[in-house]
């Protein structure tokens, strides 16, 4: 983008003077591409947030926290964009809502808005109504100034005025998922968002003349906006490049994944994306009537990342609607994390993604249900990846498993509040010198200049001297069965009570007798210990919608580790062992 921005509101300011009447982002209130659509250009967009962010002014609160509680639509974006106006750090949230999420939203609510100090909670008139409801639940909002966005006029904005937004001050504490630690506030700063906007804009090959050539629509997405991927990406790099964003619930791509492929269709987008999962979901909806009527010849980017990329996911997508006219080529894994703001490497665009065989596994490229890895790309400009070995503070060799350590301007700050795992996550070094690294936790390699995830070194599982990932197990045992729900699947390790470890598999099954579960048990045995050479421990089968995940949706190893400890997982219905199985075996 053109112009010397310092911060996404100067970004803002300049597409709302310069494109007033262009739509900026639409949403889909049905998820239907013929339902009901709301649009907002970038002249209300502007206004919405002068607005917003005036009203925040007026009442002294530049600098404080505001957490942001909105269901999906565009009110969020708008106080979003006004918190950061007005100097106000955001702290976008997930409100409880709905019985079977409410007690675990409830409590990460109130996590966030004790650990962030939040003196603001901003959300629409009906979610502010619902917390004064379950005001016995949330006593943290008694110190709280609770504001319905929809109620501030436009006029509000008259008194907006604009802030000195240096590249260091915090712009958002974007609060991880928690799927290996408690939730962390990370510190993302303006500098930080304009740093990673130009690496996604590169690394997707976002140019003005791309928006143009697209007609200006250049992402169609359902991720979650309080979530680095589904706000960094189609939301703020929407806005950085001036295009138009059709956003629509997760909800509603969940009740019908086809309605994704539907708006991408219908809209001809540049980009959209989501994890493995997602594109799995895509695959058992396609029915040759879905292909007929599908266009998906401009979709360019088709981001896949969050969780570990499958490289027979993309295979399979890309076989299957070609015949819709997607290209293989568009297929664009991609890693990233919160503590980099969100994308770290990605791509190449244009080019078929690589794969390769895991090092020291002895499975060549293409071979074996954990062996191939794909290629998560370059690391983005600008940014430097390392593979370390921790322990020795050495770099790894090309082709060596180690931690992936990434430096930039992209890195953010730290975790809000706290001083110790800051230290620890952000200011690693090598013995050669090099330091200022954030350790992301996540195992991977290099070869030729691109970057391999392996898996995360929290849960790598060792068995009798040799590593082994769960997420290879979990594929495992994830194609062993139909009965098994695809996603739905955590693998552990556990003591012997000797010092050894022995491997679990807890699965979410569709199998509701003794007889079919002993079946799905034996067929997720064989498949582990033929691809792995392990014997199971034991294999727990647990009723759907039960194995603990973040709000993201990734399986909490952790938690699963712990609820089978204290034999609290929800058994199968007739699962084939008693109820007592769902604990470690004496």
């Given amino acids: 983008m053109a112009g010397p921005a310092r911060s ?320 293989p080529e568009a297929l664009h894994p991609g890693y990233g994390l919160a503590e980099a703001t969100l994308m770290v490497s990605g791509g190449p665009v244009g080019r078929e993604p690589r794969t390769a065989g895991r090092p020291g596994s002895g499975a060549p490229s293409g071979g074996g249900a954990g062996g191939e890895l794909v290629s998560c790309g370059p690391p983005g400009a600008g940014l430097t990846v390392v593979i370390a070995d921790g322990e020795r503070q050495l770099e790894c060799a090309e082709g060596e498993i180690g931690e992936v350590w990434v430096a930039g301007e992209s890195v953010t700050d730290g975790y809000w509040r706290n001083v110790r795992a800051t230290r620890e996550v952000f200011q690693a070094a090598l013995k050669d010198g090099r330091g200022g690294f954030l350790r992301t936790g996540d195992l991977g390699f290099m070869r030729d200049g691109e970057l391999y995830v392996t898996g995360r070194l929290k849960d790598l599982l060792v068995i009798d001297g040799r590593n082994h990932y769960p997420q290879d197990l979990e594929l495992s045992a994830e194609t062993a069965h139909p009965a098994i729900r695809p996603g739905c699947i955590a693998a552990f390790s556990v003591e012997d009570g000797t010092g050894g470890e022995h491997p679990v598999v807890v699965a979410e099954t569709t199998a509701t007798t003794a007889a079919r579960c002993a079946e799905v048990e034996a067929a997720v045995r064989g498949a582990v210990g033929e691809a792995h050479g392990l014997s199971l421990r034991q294999v727990v089968l647990i009723r759907p919608g039960t194995i603990p995940k973040t709000s993201s949706g990734k399986i909490q190893r952790k938690a699963c580790r712990a609820a089978y400890a204290e034999g609290t997982l929800a058994a199968a219905e007739a699962a084939a062992e008693p109820p007592s199985a769902a604990g470690p075996m004496s």
């Fill in 8 to 327: 996404m509101v100067d970004v803002l300011l300049s597409q709302a003077s310069r494109q007033p009447e262009k739509v900026a982002f639409r949403f889909l209130a049905t998820g239907d591409c013929d339902g009901e659509v709301q649009e907002w250009t970038y002249g209300r967009l502007g206004r919405r947030a002068r607005a917003i962010g005036g009203y925040l002014q007026e009442r002294g609160l530049a600098g404080s926290r505001a957490v942001l509680l909105y269901p999906p639509g565009l009110e969020f974006i708008g106080a979003y964009l006004g918190c950061l106006s007005a100097a106000v750090v955001a702290v976008p949230g997930l409100p409880p809502q709905g019985r079977s999420q409410n007690h675990r939203a409830l409590r990460r609510v109130r996590r966030m808005i004790a650990d962030a100090d939040a003196e603001v909670i901003l959300g629409t008139k009906q979610i502010i109504a619902g917390l004064g409801a379950m005001s016995e639940h949330l006593p943290e909002l008694d110190a709280a100034l609770c504001i319905a966005t929809e109620d501030i006029p436009d006029e509000a904005g008259d008194s907006w005025r604009a802030c000195d937004l240096a590249p260091d001050s915090v712009a958002f504490l974007q609060y991880t998922s928690g799927s290996t630690t408690a939730p962390r506030g990370v510190m993302v700063t303006h500098g930080n968002l304009m740093d990673n906007q130009r690496i996604l804009s590169q690394g997707m090959g976002h140019t003005p003349e791309t928006v143009e050539e697209w007609g200006g629509e250049l992402y169609v997405s359902w991720l979650p906006v309080y979530h680095d991927l589904g706000l960094i990406a189609p939301v703020l790099n929407n806005l950085y490049m001036g295009g138009t964003s059709t956003l629509f619930s997760p909800l509603h791509f969940l009740q019908q994944p086809e309605r994704w492929l539907t708006a991408i269709s219908r809209y001809r987008a540049h980009t959209s994306g989501g994890p493995n999962f997602a594109y799995e979901l895509c695959l058992r909806d396609a029915t040759p009537a879905l292909l007929d009527r599908l266009d998906l010849s401009r979709w360019r980017v088709a981001l896949n990342a969050a969780e570990p990329v499958r490289a027979t996911t993309l295979r399979r997508f890309a076989d299957t609607f070609a015949a819709a006219g997607f290209r």
